[in-house]
C-alpha cells in the first residue's frame, strides 16, 4: 500500500495505523504548499481534492477520506484489534468516535489554518477548549475513547490534539486528556510514523 500524507497533517493518523498493524507500506510524500510530490507530480493527478490523506492500495484501487481509510487499514489486521468486528454497536460507536473528531475537531482546527477573520478563530479556539474540556472527562473514565485498548480513533485525536501548539489553543488544566496523550505518544508505532514524517 502507498500513503500520500503531509508530515504532521491529518494523514498521520492512517501513518500511525498502518504501524499499528505492522503492515507493509510506502508513506509518500505531498508538499501541501504546491500539491506536488517530490518527483514533480502534480498531486492534483492523485486527488482531484489535492487533500492528503490517500491510501493506494496494491491492486491500483485508491480509498479517499481518513476515517475510511483508517477502518480499511484496521481490517487488514484484525488480529491488533485497531477497530471493533464490523457490525457490532462498538464498530458503530467507533464510527461515532471518528465522524466526531473529524466534523467537530479536525474541521475547527481548519479554521485556524487558514486567514480566518479574528473572531472566527476565536470562535474555534473556544469551541476546541470546550470539546477538549469535554473528553478531558472523559478520558478520566478509561485509558482510551473506546475503553482499554487503543483503537484508530485515538490515532485520529491524538493528531488533530497537535495541532493545538501551533494553533495556540489552550490544552492546559485538562490532566486526563494529558495523560491520555502521553500514553499515546508513548506508543512504538506513534513514535515510529512521528520518526518517518521527519517530526521527531
Ligand atoms: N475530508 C478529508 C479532509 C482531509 C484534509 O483536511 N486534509 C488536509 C490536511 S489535514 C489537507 O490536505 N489540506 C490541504 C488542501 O486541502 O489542499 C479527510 O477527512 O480525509
Redesign the pocket.
Known sequence: MKLYY?AG???LSPHIALAEAGLSYEAIAVS?AD?TLADGTDYYTINP?????MLQLDDGTML????AIVQYIADQAPDKQLAPANGTLARYQLQSWLNFI?TEI?KTF?LLFRPNPAEVQQGARDKLRKLFGWLDSELAQRDYLMGGSFTVADGYLFVTSNWSVPTQVDLSGLPHLQAWRDRVAARPAVQQAMQEEGLI
Open positions: 503531509a497533517a491529518c494523514s501541501l500539491h481534492f489535492g487533500y492528503v490523506p479517499r477520506e481518513g476515517p473529524s479536525h481548519s
